[in-house]
């Protein structure tokens, strides 16, 4: 005891002013329920940091920062970086716009900054990282899928480079995303799952649902209004929607534990902000939240505006007297209409056969009487051979000229078909872009294990500022809930929104996997035997032989033989 | 004239059998061989058997006093020792050449200077911003912090000698102090452990070859603070100050050897894997010894590895133990206690526990603000990586005094010897590596070695070779510099992803699909041949029965 005792003496209490750290995190959750009775539950944890990993700065000290992400983005010299991994197909016209859209499986678009030499060899390189990082296959993204858009990805962080030489765009449809992929995730947190709103994170619940969205970016961002100083934001966030039948036993009745299986017990204590936010706006009499909160706020989302009750985790009384907060959400009734998406986009296959076919990208513009441009792009692998002399816009029968296309023709084995137009869409419409292609047919070795599966084509990106109903904010650095503020807003009376249609699944012309060996069979049988009876040919020597006699001629012999009388 | 029928189908078989043998064959040989570049492999298995010749130049200075200038001139120049170590098959030859003259103390690289007093002066000797001071009487050696020992030669050596008995009488302790400032056996032994066998009984050499991190051309250092309780404390650690000051000269005097490149990082939540037991009778947690191995597991599933490079990782943690569990201390194997409270993992880094219970004051309220002293710290990491670095100080003989390492924590001889270290496994290593690509090309025979990768084994090779040259004259930059060659190029070439793009079929199956172009080929072409044959001998053996 007196030891320990001097061990106390010996260590001096160093009183020094603390240093204020330079890095900050928030996490945020929003639960919008939706009008199919499916609920939607939307993370976002934000870490701020005041560094500069740009022109080479080494960086090489972090407190709250990911240390794996930030030496990504010091060794590539990253500008931009966003990665999402998503399991199922938002449905737009169901549920509404999302917060954070992303394509089903998993899609990466990187920024690089301007000292970067060889893009290229970088981009490989990053993929290659950022698979064993995520533990995804990142790794299969190479020259034949990715793309450097000229318009539809703009950097969404400060900088007003517009060289898209600096951008690369993949996605990977096929990519299954599963819990070796949340548990990476999970752990670039600074309190992991153990404390703060990631406790609600469980794999078994988050992967037990119509849609698993996760996503990471990474941009700098401006610190106050001026832009004096700027930091770099790192971005996490997690999108699921539960379905009412599947995990509500049909039941129009959502609590956290139902939802997560979890109840919060305490914010995570690094976090300068924790809050929850419930969409109320719809319906504000039909919903019994409880606990009650007197808390509400209002937000600009997506060109509306949204009513939210709001739960601090940071306040004690939060979770009242029996230390653990389990939201319940009980409907009263099922009154009430969606108020429906602006811009809605589906894209299909059309034809028969093995050998050529149509995509069809239709967009819906469903404002009554305002139109506004979209800009679409779409990358098809080069085994899609498109037709581009084919491609037709029209909207409401008519022809609809796109006001400028970019398009990169693709090269066997080597790149893909990079297509971007701006098409105006008339208000209350339907605009069908419409091209035809040709399958093309390939080497053996390059059929996936499950040929006859099909081939997928990456979503369509449609991109476009919607005019807004009410004015948004443009004001990028006040304090805003987080899942307001991630696209940038440069105008009040429009807002961005970014929509994804669905992967396309083509079948390719499948040869029989049996088939080089029958092949190789089949030849050399067709060889041997001409060049048996060639062979026979030339060697034999032919003479001509005495008809033997006949059988009645042998048997009077046979006689003959027995009575001794000398053959006929 | 025409041919007999009979004679023309022979002439036909014959020919047809030719033109199979001699085009068919060599043409079917040739497109489906595999590519295989030329390999250097007699040099190759000339490196397997490692030679190596390692040479420290010894330069001998008498002072005043210590001979007349009689004896002085005779001196001879130079005088080669050689000495042989013959370790598990590999012969190693070390030289020591000695040169006893007394030139001026300049500070040449790769040699040591040994100088020679009288045993009464009171020793203050300074050279070059070095002070040298013996001042306890019974140390009769001094090793200081650059390449220069002194040694004070006994009374009964100072009057009457001849010069030879002197010079008979220094041998033995010059090679003691040579033991001491460069290369040992137990230094080569623990730098070619991969290819040698250790015998059962020197466990402990065994312990101490292992620690130290394996040779590499670049280190990653990582410094992670982890906090299990971030609720009750706010830890601040001023780590870029405390890695300017106490790490950086080291590691800027170790830049020759490798690279490295120091990060940090704060992890909160972070258990350690062992719950740590009461222990009443001081009111404080322990560890034992026995449970230090279960320790650091889950901790290192949340270090998270390096993502831009493939460098090896030394980690040091620094663990501040949570409110409930505090204070925590370390136990040593026999129940006392563990005067720094850290301990190192072997090829991983060091863990340090850092009680914070003394800042709490008479009533705490949670969360505490703690400022680290990282003078403390970095004490005992800085040990901890001068020991996973491989610069360890054996120690030293009796009567020996070592100099204290100044403020870059290293002396000069001790980055000689690391060095020679590096360098005897850096050789090890690629000759290691080369020898078994050598021999795994040469027993699956359809591998295809493409040109690049026989590029790669030849520079491989041609830097071995100057590695060991340089080695052999006592360049130890140069030969360190070649090594590192050699070890990228022959990893480079043994790990090409062209060693095993092919798909490797079994010879057995490769027949199995020419069988039914090759069958219906050979069979009537052998039985035509065999006909001929038998025809032939049957012609001669009726022109022998004629001839009878």
């Known amino acids: 005891k007196q030891n320990a005792a001097a061990q106390k003496q010996a260590e001096p209490a160093v009183l020094q002013p603390t240093p204020q750290p330079k890095d900050d995190f928030q996490e945020e959750l929003v639960v919008r329920p939706l009008h199919s009775g499916d609920i939607y539950a939307s993370f976002q944890f934000r870490t701020l940091w005041e560094t500069d990993f740009m022109r080479g700065n080494k960086v090489s000290h972090y407190r709250l920062f990911p240390k794996s992400l930030g030496q990504v983005i010091s060794k590539f010299s990253v500008r931009e970086l966003h990665i999402s991994f998503t399991q199922g197909y938002w449905r737009t016209m169901q549920w509404g716009q999302p917060y954070l859209p992303s394509p089903p499986g998993a899609e990466l678009w990187v920024w690089f900054q301007d000292s970067v030499t060889d893009v290229d060899a970088t981009w490989k390189e990053l993929t290659n990282v950022l698979s064993g990082i995520f533990c995804a296959s990142l790794n299969f993204i190479d020259s034949t899928n990715t793309v450097q858009p000229s318009a539809s990805f703009k950097p969404l962080g400060i900088g007003n480079v517009t060289d898209h030489r600096f951008l690369r765009y993949a996605t990977l449809p096929r990519e299954i995303v599963c819990t070796e992929n949340l548990t990476p995730w999970k752990k670039l947190l600074p309190c992991g799952s153990k404390a703060g709103l990631a406790v609600l994170l469980k794999s078994e619940k988050l992967f037990h649902s119509s849609f698993h969205s996760q996503a990471v970016h990474i941009r700098p961002v401006c610190q106050d209004w001026q832009c004096k100083t700027t930091s770099w934001e790192l971005r996490q966030t997690l999108n699921v929607v539960f379905d009412l039948h599947n995990s509500g036993q049909g039941k129009r009745e959502w609590s956290l534990f139902k939802m997560f299986s979890r109840t919060l017990t305490e914010a995570c204590p690094l976090a300068s902000s924790s809050k929850i936010y419930i969409d109320i706006t719809d319906n504000p009499e039909q919903f019994e939240l409880s606990p009650a909160t007197s808390l509400l706020s209002q937000a600009m989302v997506l060109g509306d505006r949204r009513t939210f009750s709001v739960y601090d985790l940071t306040q004690q009384d939060t979770f009242g007297s029996v230390r653990s907060l389990n939201l319940l959400i009980r409907w009263k009734s099922t009154e009430g209409d969606m108020l429906r998406p602006l811009l809605h986009a589906e894209r299909y296959v059309a034809g028969y056969g093995l050998q050529t ?88 070795t390059e059929y996936t294990p499950d040929p006859n599966h099909g081939f997928y084509v990456g979503s369509s990106v449609i991109s476009s500022l919607v005019p807004s109903t009410v004015a948004m904010d443009t004001n990028s650095t006040r304090e805003r809930p987080l899942f307001s503020s991630f696209f940038p807003c440069k105008e009040e009376s429009s807002y961005f929104v970014r929509v994804y249609t669905e992967p396309l699944l083509v079948n390719l012309p499948t040869p029989d996997f049996s088939m080089p060996y029958n092949v190789i069979c089949l030849t050399c049988t067709v060889v041997a035997v001409g060049y048996g009876s060639l062979y026979n040919l030339l060697t034999r020597s032919f003479q001509i032989e005495e008809p033997s006699p006949g059988l009645a001629k042998r048997i009077a012999n046979v006689i003959r033989k027995m009575r001794g009388v000398p053959p006929l | 004239m025409f041919l007999s029928e009979r004679r023309r189908g022979q002439l036909a078989a014959l020919s047809i059998a030719a033109v199979v043998i001699i085009v068919g064959v060599p043409l079917w040989w040739r497109t489906t061989e595999t590519y295989r570049a030329w390999l250097p492999v007699s040099q190759i298995k000339e490196l397997a058997k490692l030679q190596l010749q390692l040479s420290a130049d010894v330069e001998v200075v008498f002072a005043r006093g210590t001979v007349t200038p009689e004896q002085q001139k005779k001196v001879p120049l130079t005088q080669t020792q050689e000495e042989e170590r013959a370790i598990d098959g590999d012969l190693i030859i070390l030289f020591l050449i000695l040169l006893i003259r007394n030139t001026k103390l300049e500070s040449k690289f790769f040699s040591c200077h ?243 219970n003394g800042f709490y004051g008479s009533e705490p309220e949670f969360p505490v603000d703690i400022n680290i002293d990282m003078a403390k710290v970095m004490g005992v990491f800085l040990a901890q990586l001068r020991l996973l670095l491989g610069v360890q100080s054996s120690t030293p003989p009796p009567g020996f005094l070592v100099a204290r390492c100044g403020s870059t924590g290293l002396a000069d001889w001790e980055l000689d010897r690391l060095m020679w270290s590096r360098s005897v496994e850096n050789v090890a290593t690629a000759t290691t590596t080369i020898t078994s690509l050598a021999q795994l090309l040469d027993q699956i025979g359809n591998i295809v070695i493409n040109d690049n990768i026989a590029q790669q084994v030849s520079s491989a090779v041609t830097s071995l070779q100057l590695a060991v040259a340089e080695l052999e004259a006592g360049n130890l930059g140069f030969a360190l510099q070649y090594s590192k060659e050699a070890i990228l190029a022959s990893e480079k070439a043994f790990f090409d992803p062209s060693l095993l793009h092919l798909l490797y079929f079994p010879d057995d199956q490769k027949f199995a699909i020419y069988i039914p172009l090759f069958l219906p080929m050979c069979v009537p072409i052998l039985l035509s041949l065999l006909k001929i044959v038998s025809e032939a001998r049957q012609r001669r053996r009726e022109k022998q029965a004629k001839k009878d």
């Open chain 1, 357 to 444: 076919g149509e995509i069809h990208t239709l967009m819906y513009n469903h404002h009554p009487y305002r139109s506004f441009p979209v800009l679409l792009l779409d990358s098809v692998p080069w085994y899609l051979r498109l037709y581009i002399h084919t491609l037709t816009v029209t909207s409401k029968g008519k022809d609809n000229k796109p006001s400028y296309i970019h398009y990169q023709p693709s090269k066997d084995r080597v790149r893909p078909h990079l297509l971007e137009m701006l098409v105006q869409l008339p208000p209350n419409s339907v605009t069908e872009v419409t091209v035809q292609f040709e399958r093309a047919l390939l080497k053996w």
């Open chain 2, 114 to 356: 040994v100088l020679f007093l009288p045993e009464d002066t009171a020793l203050r000797y300074s050279t070059q911003a070095d002070l040298y001071l013996l001042a306890f009487q019974d140390v009769n050696v001094y090793i200081g912090q650059r390449r220069t020992a002194l040694l004070r030669i006994g009374p009964q050596m100072r009057v009457g000698k001849t010069l030879e008995q002197l010079l008979a009488h220094l041998e033995p302790r010059i090679k003691q102090v040579l033991q001491v400032m460069s290369f040992s056996h137990n230094d080569i032994t623990a730098a070619l452990s991969d290819r040698v066998r250790f015998s059962p009984d020197n466990k402990e050499s065994i312990a101490d070859s292992m620690r130290a991190f394996k040779s590499s051309p670049g280190y990653e250092i990582t410094f992670s603070l982890l906090n299990p309780d971030p609720k009750s404390h706010r830890l601040h650690w001023d780590i870029e100050g405390a890695v300017q000051t106490y790490i950086q000269p080291l590691l800027t005097k170790l830049s020759p050897v490798a690279n490295f490149s120091i990060d940090s990082q704060t992890l909160y939540y972070t258990m350690l894997g062992v719950n740590p037991r009461f222990d009443t009778s001081r009111s404080a947690y322990t560890l034992n010894a026995d449970s230090l191995a279960h320790v650091i597991n889950p901790v290192e599933a949340r270090l998270g590895s390096n993502a831009a490079s493939s460098n090896p990782v030394l980690n040091f943690l620094l663990y501040v133990p949570d409110a409930q569990h505090s204070p925590l201390y370390i136990q040593g194997r026999k129940k006392q206690e563990v005067p720094s409270n850290a301990f190192h993992s072997p090829r991983w880094g060091g863990i340090m526990v850092y009680n914070v």
